[in-house]
């Protein structure tokens, strides 16, 4: 039997966060944890790209042109939910986007959205009580693009 390990820290893999502006004052909270945790992991300051976009939904199209010259990209946003069904069309097509460009590229790309049905959700998942979802998309991309090169 195989079994396939690797190390979570990389100081060589280039990395693009992508991250929606729309909920800035949460989505800022989740870039701050990504962004130290990436370095915590060895990540060099120099091989880390941030790309701002308006909202949840241009995230897929942007990740898919960063994912070029990045070896993994983390996507962040948060979607709140509203009063009208437009939370579940955003939410919806941009983790089928990220999946499918993941997919297509055959490239990490890290789902670090938060989906919340109110505000204090949102703050727990965001650096509250739930931890950081940021930082974990940051652990989630070093041992992903790890896994990958040990997979060839």
């Known amino acids: 039997m195989e079994e396939i390990k690797v190390k979570l820290s990389n100081s ?13 004052l949460f989505t800022r909270m989740l870039l701050e944890g990504c962004l130290d945790e990436l370095l915590r992991l ?14 949840a939904f241009e995230i897929p199209l942007v990740a898919k ?9 983390i996507c962040l946003a948060v979607i709140i939910r509203g009063e009208t069904p437009h ?10 986007g990220i999946a499918q460009t993941s997919l297509e590229l055959e490239k990490p790309i890290v789902y670090g959205v938060i ?8 703050v727990d998942r965001a650096g509250s009580k739930l931890g950081n979802r940021g930082r974990d998309s940051a652990r989630t991309a070093v041992e992903m ?3 990958m090169e040990s997979l060839g």
Do not use: H, Y
């Not at 060589?12 to 800035?24: G, I, T």
């Not at 060895?42 to 941030?50: F, L, S």
């Not at 042109?65 to 990209?73: F, L, M, Q, S, Y």
């Open 42 to 55: 060895g990540v060099r300051e120099e091989n880390i790209r941030v790309v701002w976009t308006p909202g």
């Open 115 to 122: 989906t919340a049905d109110a505000m204090d959700q949102a």
């Open 87 to 96: 939370f579940d069309f955003v939410s919806a097509e941009t983790a089928k």
């Open 12 to 24: 060589q893999a280039k990395f693009c966060v992508v991250v929606s502006r729309f909920n800035e």
């Open 145 to 147: 693009v790890n896994l």
């Open 65 to 73: 042109r960063c994912a070029r010259k990045a070896d993994a990209v």
